[in-house]
C-alpha cells in the first residue's frame, strides 16, 4: 500500500487524539507530539509549547517537557508533522494549489521558537499563544460557539493570524509547518537521529528529480534524506519510480 | 552535514537567546507613588510630614511595601514609617512618613529622596521592586531671623525620578537550570560533531537517551507531570487570548450601585479562581466591591486547583475544561465567565428574579 494511504490513516489517528476529550475523558498527562492547543476544549493532551512557556512563566525549568520532547524527537523527529500533528494535516489538505517553493530559507520557525521562549520569560506571560493559529481554531472559535468568548480584540488577533496562516498554507504547501511552527522548528533538531528516516541509494538513484518535485516541504531528498525540514511524509517515497528512497523505522545505518 | 550546522547553530542561538535574556526581568512596576504635599516648610530639628498614595494598579498582589531615606545624609525617618505587609491587585493605601531634619540643617530647599521598595510574585517567580521619588523639603530660617525669602525649587511639582534605579532591582530568577541546559545543550552539539567525525554515532545517542530519560524522571520526580495537567485542565480566560487580563480596577456606574443597594433578597456568590490566572484578581475584586455596597450579596471565592470538587458541582466545568474566572450564583442556573464588561453583566445576574 503506498504510504500516502498509511499516512492519513495516521493523521486522522492525531485529529482523533486530539479531540478525544469529547467522550469525557479529562486532561491527562501526555504531550502531544505536535502543535495542538491544550485549551481547546476536547483536547487530553498538554501542548508542548504551551508547557514550556507556562514553566518558564513559573520560573521552573521544565524538565519534564524536555524529556518528553526528546522522547519524541528521538523516536520519529519531524516525522510527527507529516505522520500525526493536526495542524499539519490541515495544511495538508488545504494545499490546493500544490506550489512548491525550493530553496526558501525556512529558518523562520526558530526564529519564532526562540520568541516564544524569550518571550515568555520577558513578559511572563503565553505571548506565543495569543498568537497561534491552532490556539484560534481550536480553542477561539470552539469557546466562542460555546459563549465563553466573545468577539473581541483577542479573538479578531486569532483570526487575523489564522486567516494569514490559511492564506499561507493555500499558496504554499505546508507554509506553516514550513516557515513559521515553533515545533516543529524543535522536531527538527532531532531530524538526524530520529529512529524513523529516509534512506536513499545512491546506486539505483537516476536523478530524475521526481523527489524533488513531489516534496511538500520543498528540499531535495536524493541530495540530503536528512534536511531538518523533513517531515518524513514519504511523498518522495511514493513518487520514486527507482525505489531509492525508503523510509524506515529502526536504529540508523553507520555513515 | 549542512544540516547539523544549521542544528548546531540554531542550539547555539537559542543557548545564547535564553542566557542573554536573563537580564530582562519580567518586573514592571505594579505600585504608583504620589506625594503629597509637593513642598514642605519645615524648620531645623522639625519633623515634615509628607502623606503618600501608594495605588496597586495591577492584578498581583505587593506585600512588604517599605518606605526608607535614601538621602542626603543627616535627616531621618522618625518614626520608622509602617511597612504595608499586603497590598491587594486594585488596591490603595496611605502612609504618613515623617521626616526629622538635623538640627544643623542650614536654611535653604533640600530635594531628598525617599526609596519604596515591595516585592511581588508571579507563580514561584517573585521579584523585588525599588522605586524612588524625590521630596521637596524647605528649610526654614532660625526663628529669631524671621521668615526669610523662601529659596524656590525650579517647579512646584514634586520631580519624580522617574526611572528605578538599576542597581536597586533585583530579580530572584532561578535562572541557573536554564544556564546549564543551554550549556548541556551547546556542549552536546559539539560531542555530537566530535563523535561525527571520528565516525561513532553511540555517544550521541548514549547522552540523548540519557537526557529524555533522565528529563522525564526528574520532571516526574518533581510533579511536573501533575503541574503540566494542572497548567492544561485549568483554563484562564486571559491565557490563551480569550480575552485581555484588566490593567484597572472595576468600575462600577452610579447607576450600577443603586441597583446593587436595591437588592432586597439575599444572593449568594461563588467565584472560581486560580491563584496564577491574571484576569481573576478583576472579578475578585469586582465581587468584593460588590458585597461592601449591599450585605445581601453573599460571596466566596473557591481556588478551583484546591477544590475541583466544587467546581465540577456547579458546572464550572464545560467539556473537561475549568474556565476561571467564573461566577456563580447559587440557585441561579447561569455562569458568567470571564471579565469582559463583567460590571453589567454582574448587576443583571444579582437581579435575575427579583
Same mark, same amino acid.
Given at each position: 500500500?503506498?504510504?500516502?494511504?498509511?499516512?492519513?490513516?495516521? /493523521?486522522?489517528?492525531?485529529?482523533?487524539?486530539?479531540?478525544?476529550?469529547?467522550?469525557?475523558?479529562?486532561?491527562?498527562?501526555?504531550?502531544?507530539?505536535?502543535?495542538?492547543?491544550?485549551?481547546?476544549?476536547?483536547?487530553?493532551?498538554? %501542548?508542548?509549547?504551551?508547557?514550556?512557556?507556562?514553566?518558564?512563566?513559573?520560573?521552573?525549568?521544565?524538565?519534564?517537557?524536555?524529556?518528553?520532547?526528546?522522547?519524541?524527537? =528521538?523516536? *520519529?523527529?519531524?516525522?510527527? %508533522?507529516?505522520?500525526?500533528?493536526?495542524?499539519?494535516?490541515?495544511?495538508?489538505?488545504?494545499?490546493?494549489?500544490?506550489?512548491?517553493?525550493?530553496?526558501?530559507?525556512?529558518?523562520?520557525?526558530?526564529?519564532?521558537?526562540?520568541?516564544?521562549?524569550?518571550?515568555?520569560?520577558?513578559?511572563?506571560?503565553?505571548?506565543?499563544?495569543?498568537?497561534? $493559529?491552532?490556539?484560534?481554531?481550536?480553542?477561539?472559535?470552539?469557546?466562542?460557539?460555546?459563549?465563553?468568548?466573545?468577539?473581541?480584540?483577542?479573538?479578531?488577533?486569532?483570526?487575523?493570524?489564522?486567516?494569514?496562516? +490559511?492564506?499561507?498554507?493555500?499558496?504554499?504547501?505546508?507554509?506553516?509547518?514550513?516557515?513559521?511552527?515553533?515545533?516543529?522548528?524543535? &522536531?527538527?533538531?532531532?531530524?538526524?537521529? #530520529?529512529?524513523?528516516?529516509?534512506?536513499?541509494?545512491?546506486?539505483?538513484?537516476?536523478?530524475?528529480?521526481?523527489?524533488?518535485?513531489?516534496? $511538500?516541504?520543498?528540499?531535495?531528498?536524493?541530495?540530503?534524506?536528512?534536511?531538518?525540514?523533513?517531515?518524513?511524509?514519504?511523498?518522495?517515497?511514493?513518487? @520514486?519510480?527507482?525505489?531509492?528512497?525508503?523510509?524506515?523505522?529502526?536504529?540508523?545505518?553507520?555513515? | 552535514?549542512?544540516?547539523?550546522?544549521?542544528?548546531?547553530?540554531?542550539?547555539?542561538?537559542?543557548?545564547?537567546?535564553?542566557?542573554?535574556? &536573563?537580564?530582562?526581568?519580567?518586573?514592571?512596576?505594579?505600585?504608583?507613588?504620589?506625594?503629597?504635599?509637593?513642598?514642605?516648610?519645615?524648620?531645623?530639628?522639625?519633623?515634615?510630614?509628607?502623606?503618600?498614595?501608594?495605588?496597586?494598579?495591577?492584578? !498581583?498582589?505587593?506585600?512588604?511595601?517599605?518606605?526608607?531615606?535614601?538621602?542626603?545624609?543627616?535627616?531621618?525617618?522618625? $518614626?520608622?514609617?509602617?511597612?504595608?505587609?499586603? =497590598?491587594?491587585?486594585?488596591?490603595? *493605601?496611605?502612609?504618613?512618613?515623617?521626616?526629622?531634619?538635623?538640627?544643623?540643617?542650614?536654611?535653604?530647599?533640600?530635594?531628598?529622596?525617599?526609596?519604596?521598595?515591595?516585592?511581588? %510574585?508571579?507563580?514561584?517567580? @517573585?521579584?523585588?521592586?525599588?522605586?524612588?521619588?524625590?521630596?521637596?523639603?524647605?528649610?526654614?530660617?532660625?526663628?529669631?531671623?524671621?521668615?526669610?525669602? $523662601?529659596?524656590?525649587?525650579? #517647579?512646584?511639582?514634586?520631580?519624580?525620578?522617574? /526611572?528605578?534605579?538599576?542597581?536597586?532591582?533585583?530579580?530572584?530568577?532561578?535562572?541557573?537550570?536554564?544556564?546549564?541546559?543551554?550549556? +548541556?545543550?551547546?556542549?552536546?552539539?559539539?560531542?555530537?560533531?566530535? *563523535?561525527?567525525?571520528?565516525?561513532?554515532?553511540?555517544?550521541?545517542?548514549?547522552?540523548?537517551?540519557?537526557?529524555?530519560?533522565?528529563?522525564?524522571?526528574?520532571?516526574?520526580?518533581?510533579?511536573?507531570?501533575?503541574?503540566?495537567?494542572?497548567?492544561?485542565?485549568?483554563? %484562564?480566560?486571559?491565557?490563551?487570548?480569550?480575552?485581555?487580563?484588566?490593567?484597572?480596577?472595576?468600575?462600577?456606574?452610579?447607576?450600577?450601585?443603586?441597583?446593587? !443597594?436595591?437588592?432586597?433578597?439575599?444572593?449568594?456568590?461563588?467565584?472560581?479562581?486560580?491563584?496564577?490566572?491574571?484576569?481573576?484578581?478583576?472579578?475578585?475584586?469586582?465581587?468584593?466591591?460588590?458585597?461592601?455596597?449591599?450585605?445581601?450579596?453573599?460571596?466566596?471565592?473557591?481556588?478551583?486547583?484546591?477544590?475541583?470538587?466544587?467546581?465540577?458541582?456547579?458546572?464550572?466545568?464545560?467539556?473537561?475544561?475549568?474556565?476561571?474566572?467564573?461566577?456563580?450564583?447559587?440557585?441561579?442556573? !447561569?455562569?458568567?465567565?470571564?471579565?469582559?464588561?463583567?460590571?453589567?453583566?454582574?448587576?443583571?445576574?444579582?437581579?435575575?428574579?427579583?
Amino acid at each position: 500500500m503506498r504510504l500516502s494511504i498509511w499516512r492519513r490513516i495516521t /493523521q486522522g489517528g492525531g485529529v482523533l487524539l486530539g479531540l478525544l476529550g469529547v467522550t469525557g475523558i479529562g486532561m491527562t498527562h501526555i504531550l502531544f507530539p505536535g502543535l495542538h492547543c491544550y485549551a481547546c476544549p476536547w483536547a487530553i493532551t498538554v %501542548c508542548p509549547v504551551g508547557l514550556l512557556q507556562n514553566m518558564i512563566v513559573f520560573g521552573t525549568f521544565p524538565f519534564f517537557g524536555v524529556g518528553a520532547i526528546l522522547a519524541y524527537g =528521538l523516536a *520519529a523527529g519531524r516525522g510527527f %508533522c507529516g505522520w500525526f500533528c493536526p495542524f499539519g494535516t490541515l495544511n495538508d489538505l488545504l494545499s490546493f494549489r500544490k506550489r512548491r517553493i525550493r530553496k526558501a530559507p525556512s529558518y523562520g520557525k526558530y526564529v519564532v521558537l526562540v520568541g516564544t521562549l524569550v518571550g515568555a520569560w520577558a513578559l511572563a506571560d503565553t505571548a506565543f499563544c495569543k498568537l497561534c $493559529p491552532a490556539g484560534s481554531l481550536e480553542s477561539s472559535i470552539p469557546y466562542l460557539i460555546l459563549g465563553v468568548a466573545r468577539v473581541n480584540r483577542p479573538f479578531l488577533v486569532h483570526m487575523a493570524t489564522l486567516g494569514a496562516t +490559511v492564506v499561507g498554507m493555500v499558496l504554499v504547501a505546508r507554509f506553516w509547518c514550513r516557515y513559521l511552527c515553533p515545533m516543529g522548528g524543535i &522536531l527538527s533538531l532531532f531530524n538526524r537521529v #530520529s529512529l524513523l528516516h529516509l534512506r536513499w541509494s545512491q546506486a539505483t538513484c537516476t536523478e530524475c528529480g521526481a523527489c524533488e518535485k513531489a516534496c $511538500p516541504m520543498g528540499i531535495e531528498p536524493h541530495h540530503d534524506h536528512d534536511d531538518h525540514n523533513c517531515i518524513k511524509c514519504g511523498a518522495c517515497v511514493d513518487a @520514486c519510480s527507482p525505489g531509492s528512497l525508503t523510509l524506515h523505522c529502526s536504529p540508523r545505518r553507520r555513515g | 552535514m549542512s544540516g547539523w550546522r544549521n542544528a548546531a547553530a540554531v542550539l547555539a542561538l537559542l543557548g545564547l537567546a535564553v542566557v542573554a535574556a &536573563l537580564p530582562v526581568a519580567a518586573q514592571e512596576k505594579i505600585l504608583s507613588f504620589a506625594i503629597e504635599p509637593a513642598q514642605v516648610e519645615v524648620g531645623a530639628g522639625e519633623r515634615a510630614t509628607v502623606a503618600v498614595r501608594i495605588e496597586n494598579a495591577s492584578v !498581583r498582589e505587593a506585600d512588604n511595601v517599605v518606605a526608607a531615606w535614601t538621602g542626603p545624609g543627616g535627616f531621618l525617618l522618625d $518614626p520608622a514609617p509602617q511597612e504595608i505587609a499586603v =497590598l491587594a491587585p486594585f488596591g490603595s *493605601a496611605d502612609l504618613a512618613v515623617w521626616i526629622l531634619v538635623p538640627e544643623d540643617a542650614p536654611p535653604g530647599s533640600v530635594v531628598g529622596s525617599l526609596e519604596f521598595s515591595y516585592t511581588y %510574585c508571579i507563580g514561584d517567580l @517573585c521579584f523585588q521592586v525599588f522605586e524612588s521619588r524625590d521630596v521637596a523639603l524647605v528649610v526654614r530660617a532660625p526663628a529669631d531671623v524671621g521668615p526669610t525669602e $523662601p529659596t524656590v525649587p525650579p #517647579s512646584g511639582q514634586v520631580p519624580t525620578s522617574g /526611572q528605578t534605579q538599576p542597581s536597586g532591582r533585583s530579580a530572584t530568577r532561578a535562572w541557573i537550570p536554564y544556564a546549564v541546559a543551554a550549556f +548541556v545543550a551547546v556542549l552536546a552539539v559539539v560531542a555530537a560533531q566530535i *563523535a561525527r567525525s571520528l565516525g561513532l554515532r553511540w555517544p550521541l545517542y548514549a547522552v540523548l537517551l540519557l537526557a529524555t530519560g533522565g528529563g522525564l524522571a526528574y520532571g516526574v520526580a518533581l510533579g511536573q507531570h501533575e503541574q503540566a495537567q494542572s497548567i492544561a485542565a485549568v483554563l %484562564c480566560t486571559s491565557c490563551v487570548g480569550i480575552e485581555e487580563a484588566a490593567a484597572r480596577a472595576p468600575q462600577l456606574t452610579a447607576q450600577e450601585m443603586t441597583r446593587i !443597594r436595591a437588592i432586597s433578597e439575599p444572593v449568594d456568590l461563588l467565584v472560581f479562581h486560580a491563584p496564577w490566572c491574571r484576569s481573576c484578581p478583576f472579578a475578585e475584586a469586582l465581587v468584593e466591591q460588590v458585597g461592601a455596597l449591599n450585605a445581601r450579596v453573599g460571596y466566596r471565592f473557591v481556588d478551583v486547583e484546591r477544590e475541583p470538587e466544587i467546581a465540577r458541582r456547579y458546572g464550572v466545568i464545560q467539556s473537561g475544561r475549568t474556565v476561571v474566572p467564573a461566577i456563580v450564583r447559587l440557585g441561579v442556573d !447561569r455562569i458568567l465567565f470571564g471579565i469582559e464588561d463583567l460590571e453589567s453583566r454582574l448587576v443583571l445576574l444579582l437581579e435575575e428574579g427579583a
